[in-house]
């Protein structure tokens, strides 16, 4: 399952976002299981019409109940004194339609994306640019 980390601070590092995760499941009891990380980056995106940079973290589990227990346990909790939303990765395409007709008397454009943003992957405390589907093409199946 992927996991999306939203709003992490901007200096962290993947190993600290793994270390938090491994840390969040484990805790203070050693037998607990460990969680094991297929993928775990850290990416920036800059909206380029006004600056505002966001930092996330993208990470695949291929368990899928201990995926559910890391965004049970770690949603929410402190990341650097800030806190951090975990959820399910939800994937979407340019061409997907979702609600484009009109729902409860609100018409909604049939793309509510956001445009020009640049994206980033952190690699070595280095941005990169990058595509995010780039970052699923060559993910562990």
């Given at each position: 399952m992927d996991l999306f980390f939203r709003n992490i601070p901007a200096k962290t590092k993947a190993?600290?976002?793994?270390?938090?995760?491994?840390?969040?499941?484990?805790?203070?009891?050693?037998?607990?299981?460990?969680?094991?990380?297929?993928?775990c980056d850290v990416i920036r995106i800059t909206h380029e019409d006004t600056g505002l940079v966001e930092y996330h973290g993208l990470v695949t589990i291929r368990d899928q109940q201990m995926a559910e227990l890391v965004i049970k346990k770690l949603n929410g909790r402190m990341l650097k004194e800030v806190?951090?939303?975990?959820?399910?990765?939800?994937?979407r395409s340019?061409?997907?339609?979702?609600?484009?007709?009109?729902?409860?008397?609100?018409?909604?454009?049939?793309?509510?994306r956001r445009?020009?943003?640049?994206?980033?992957?952190?690699?070595?405390?280095?941005?990169?640019?990058?595509?995010?589907?780039?970052?699923?093409?060559?993910?562990?199946?």
């Amino acid at each position: 399952m992927d996991l999306f980390f939203r709003n992490i601070p901007a200096k962290t590092k993947a190993e600290e976002l793994r270390g938090f995760i491994v840390d969040g499941i484990r805790g203070w009891r050693p037998w607990a299981p460990a969680v094991e990380l297929s993928r775990c980056d850290v990416i920036r995106i800059t909206h380029e019409d006004t600056g505002l940079v966001e930092y996330h973290g993208l990470v695949t589990i291929r368990d899928q109940q201990m995926a559910e227990l890391v965004i049970k346990k770690l949603n929410g909790r402190m990341l650097k004194e800030v806190p951090i939303e975990v959820r399910e990765y939800t994937y979407r395409s340019p061409g997907d339609k979702r609600y484009t007709e009109e729902l409860f008397g609100v018409d909604r454009p049939s793309d509510r994306r956001r445009k020009n943003l640049k994206i980033e992957r952190r690699i070595d405390n280095r941005e990169v640019k990058t595509d995010l589907r780039d970052w699923f093409h060559d993910k562990p199946k």
